[in-house]
Each structure stands twice: as structure tokens, then as C-alpha cells.
């Protein structure tokens, strides 16, 4: 697996079933059409969608997300950046947790600063930007790599609600 792969199994079930094809993801995560290609056929090895690679298996990516995911893809806050809000920095997550600390994606225009975090795939910020429920999904998954208790724990119960719930 490779973390676009995550973000692209996402994405299709943010399109909550409308026909979609390889250009649609390709454009709106700002990654090239043989990236997606090649994603999904790493998904369907590793048994998160189905054999037409349009069905994306939800449990079993839940359960990549909560055991996994950290392990796989973890995450060390870097030195202080302008950037685009992440993990509980989001504003959704803002509102439940009071921190002084502020993490972000690196990103020129940003207007945040905070410790650096490395977004889960490069185009993070330009995709967050299309789709408001991706970049809480992609904020949430943030909380997971940090590693942090009581943020993990609020980020997967969110995750629950949007990934598990068609």
C-alpha cells in the first residue's frame, strides 16, 4: 500500500455510488490517472475493493484505518511552517479540543502557522480545497498518525460515522 491508496478508497465513497471513472478521481485529487489505476489494483491485492475496483469494501478499510494505518504510515510533527489546518487543527476538530499547538500541512498560502506534518499524499491540500469531506476524512487520518490518545480516539469515531455508514 502506498498512502494515496487510502485517500482514493476514500474519495469513492465520498461519490456515494455515482458512476465515476479513472479521470474523475485523477482530477479531483490532483494525481495522474495511472496513479489511480495502479492504486486500485494495489487495493483490490490487498482486499478493500472489489474485482470491478468501484466497490470499495468499507469494513476492511475501516479496520486498515484503526490497526494499521499508524504503523504503516506514522507521523512526527516537524518544525513550525505556514500551512493548511490538519489533524485537530481542522476546524471541525478545533471546536472539541482545546490545544495551544497547531499542526499543518506545509503549503505556501497558508495562513496558519503550526508544526509541520507531512500530508498522507503531496496533493492533501489542493483536494481538501475541492471537497470539504475529504479534508475532514484526511484531517481525522492525520489525528491517527500523530498518535495522540483522546485525538485518536475522536478522528476514528468520526471516521466510523462517514466511512461505515453508506
Known amino acids: 500500500m502506498r498512502p494515496q ?14 458512476d465515476w471513472q479513472y479521470r474523475d478521481l485523477a482530477y479531483a485529487l490532483s ?15 490487498a482486499g ?18 484503526e490497526y494499521g494505518l499508524h504503523y504503516v504510515f506514522p507521523q512526527i510533527p516537524g518544525t513550525m511552517v505556514a500551512g493548511y489546518p490538519t489533524a485537530h487543527s481542522h476546524p471541525y476538530f478545533k471546536k472539541k479540543f482545546i490545544s495551544h499547538e497547531q499542526f499543518v500541512w506545509p503549503y505556501i498560502d497558508g495562513n496558519v502557522r503550526g508544526l509541520a506534518v507531512e500530508p498522507l499524499y503531496k496533493a492533501a491540500v489542493e483536494a481538501s480545497q475541492k471537497d470539504s469531506d475529504l479534508y475532514l476524512m484526511l484531517a481525522s ?3 491517527i498518525r ?8 475522536a478522528a476514528l469515531l468520526q471516521l466510523k460515522k462517514m466511512i461505515l455508514h453508506e
Open 5 to 18: 491508496d487510502v485517500v482514493i478508497l476514500l474519495k469513492i465513497l465520498l461519490l456515494k455510488g455515482q
Open 31 to 45: 494525481i495522474s490517472i495511472s496513479e489511480v489505476s495502479d492504486s486500485l489494483k494495489r487495493s483490490h491485492i
Open 48 to 65: 478493500l475493493v472489489n474485482e470491478s475496483k468501484k466497490k470499495v469494501f468499507r469494513q476492511s478499510l475501516m479496520e486498515f484505518i
Open 141 to 143: 487520518i492525520d489525528m
Open 146 to 153: 500523530l498518535g495522540r490518545a483522546r485525538e485518536r480516539k
